[in-house]
């Protein structure tokens, strides 16, 4: 059985986007970004929602071409279009860099995918992992909280039926106040 972590920079009040989709706070450090380049690296599987999709497949399959790139901009764009993904939306008709369009009941093709036998999964985009924490297929949360306050905007929790207990894995911080809590679901 595949693990299954939601992982995404969110504000100290929660939120992973400000009003107006605004992620301007959230520009990592050099380390913090090695940190999510690491990350991809060892993942078997991303699962993203279309907005996040849409975000992320706007720049990193190129950002390696751009002037001025870095050599950890160009090492993530690399591990970025190698790493296989899941992209679901029924409002987008195609997928590219190794990726694949799923447009049917996201729950249930999580679940088969959690089944598999394989490497970890990660998950983004907040309705997407909305769906999949209010269903208890989480298995572990990374959260790197920023040091500034939002005011409103996308939750990174959603609303739960039921309490979920959690176990604290790792924590560990990064320049500018930023820091990673992980935790893993208590089963």
């Known amino acids: 059985m595949r693990k299954l972590t939601f992982g995404m920079n969110l504000s100290l009040d929660g939120y992973i986007a400000a009003p107006g989709g605004d992620v301007g706070w959230s520009v990592p450090s050099?380390?913090?970004f090695q940190y999510w380049s690491d990350r991809v690296e060892a993942t078997g599987l991303a699962l993203y929602g279309r907005k996040l999709w849409e975000t992320m497949s706007s720049h990193w399959p190129t950002a390696d071409q751009q002037p001025g790139a870095t050599t950890a901009q160009i090492e993530f764009a690399r591990r970025w279009r190698d790493m296989p993904k899941v992209v679901f939306s029924s409002m987008i008709s195609t997928v590219d860099w190794n990726t694949r369009l799923v447009a049917g009941d996201a729950v249930a093709e999580v679940t088969r995918l959690k089944a598999e036998d394989g490497a970890s999964m990660d998950i983004g985009?907040?309705?997407l992992a909305a769906a999949a924490m209010?269903?208890?297929?989480?298995?572990?949360?990374?959260?790197?909280?920023?040091?500034?306050?939002?005011g409103g905007g996308t939750p990174f929790f959603t609303a739960l039926d039921n309490r979920v207990d959690l176990s604290l894995l790792e924590t560990r911080t990064f320049p500018g106040g930023v820091v990673l809590t992980r935790y893993e679901t208590r089963h």
Do not use: F, N
């Not at 209010?134 to 939002?150: K, N, S």
């Open 134 to 150: 209010r269903a208890g297929l989480i298995d572990e949360y990374a959260i790197v909280t920023h040091p500034v306050l939002v």
């Open 125 to 127: 985009g907040a309705t």
């Open 30 to 32: 050099d380390e913090l």
